[in-house]
């Protein structure tokens, strides 16, 4: 995949993107975080665009860590339904 440049705009702040990511999905990501910083702007009444990127950071690793928790839980439950859905086939192939 060739280089791309992708210009981006994150609480007021551009940036200039290189890399073989896709554009679109830079800017998705990029939308995403803008939007989180200006929540948490908004909710805190902060100005310090450091303060706010910290704290954004902070909760979409939240967000992360809960998704890796729900999927480790739906994982174990499949694990557990294709054991159990093994063990009635070998019953019924027993048969």
Do not use: W
């Amino acid at each position: 995949m060739p280089e791309n440049s992708t210009r981006i705009d994150i609480f007021d702040q551009s940036y200039q993107i290189r890399g073989e990511i896709d554009p679109g999905h830079v800017r998705e990501l990029a939308a995403y975080v803008d939007k989180k910083m200006r929540e948490i702007a908004d909710a805190s009444k902060t100005v310090d665009s450091l303060k706010v990127a910290v704290m954004a950071a902070l909760n979409i690793t939240d967000e992360l860590f809960q998704e890796r928790e729900s999927a480790r839980r739906v994982d174990s439950i499949v694990y557990d339904k294709s054991l159990e859905c093994s063990r009635l086939l070998d019953q019924v192939l027993k048969r």
